[in-house]
């Protein structure tokens, strides 16, 4: 005969389902009475109820005493019992589906109020980051500024350019007038006209003149 030799301890034994299932155990009779209460607060049900016991009524009260199975001279008394069972049962159906709906609304509850409290924390954090975006957009030149900026160093150059235009035609006119008074000396003409400065002529330029103008030769007996 074979030995059984028993598995190691580390080899977990398989899991054995249950042979007999408890209706009771885990969510389903809650589902159940809560279904059983959604059930007795339907028009459906209170109509089917009302038809029952009218039907009940009828047979027990016009068909013959052999037919009867719960007769009007007993008052009904197999419908009484029926009613009371129905409505001692159904309220503490009703009181457990009552039960989970409000444990379902604290647990709903409670993620509302997480959920707020998330919300008001990013709310907070988002505040905050457009606070300081906006204290460091004070700090930075914006786009009117730089073009403000811009415009007047654009007309600062444009004005430096048109100030070395006319020292260059100044300039250029004395250079001119120079090279006229040089000419005539050395051909021994005077000039037609005397060179005065002009009042548009530079102080650099009048001593520009006078530094290249050569000093006359005095006349030998």
């Known amino acids: 005969m074979a030995e059984h030799t028993p598995p190691p301890l580390d ?55 052999s037919a009867q199975f719960d007769p009007r001279a007993l008052n009904f008394t197999l419908l009484t019992l029926i009613l009371s069972l129905q409505a001692s049962y159904a309220a503490p159906l009703l009181l457990l589906a009552q039960n989970r709906q409000d444990d379902r609304d604290r647990v709903q509850a409670e993620q509302d109020r997480q959920s707020n409290e998330r919300n008001h924390a990013t709310t907070d954090f988002i505040t905050r980051e457009i606070a300081s975006l906006r204290i460091a957009l004070n700090d930075v030149a914006t786009r009117d500024y730089v073009r403000s900026e811009l415009r007047d160093l654009l007309e600062e150059l444009e004005e430096g350019r048109e100030r070395e235009q006319q020292d260059l035609a100044q300039l250029r006119s004395v250079l001119r007038e120079e090279v006229a008074v040089a000419l005539a000396e050395r051909s021994g003409t005077a000039p037609s006209a005397q060179w005065t400065p002009s009042a548009e002529s530079t102080p650099s330029a009048h001593s520009t003149h006078t530094a290249h103008t050569a000093p006359e030769e005095p006349e030998q007996p």
């Open 11 to 65: 080899d977990p034994s398989p899991r054995r389902s249950p042979r007999w299932h408890n209706p009771l155990r885990g969510d389903a009779f809650g589902r159940g009475a809560e279904a059983f209460a959604r059930m007795m607060g339907t028009p459906a049900f209170l109509v089917g109820m009302t038809i029952f016991c009218a039907v009940w009524l009828t047979w027990n009260s016009v068909m013959p005493e």
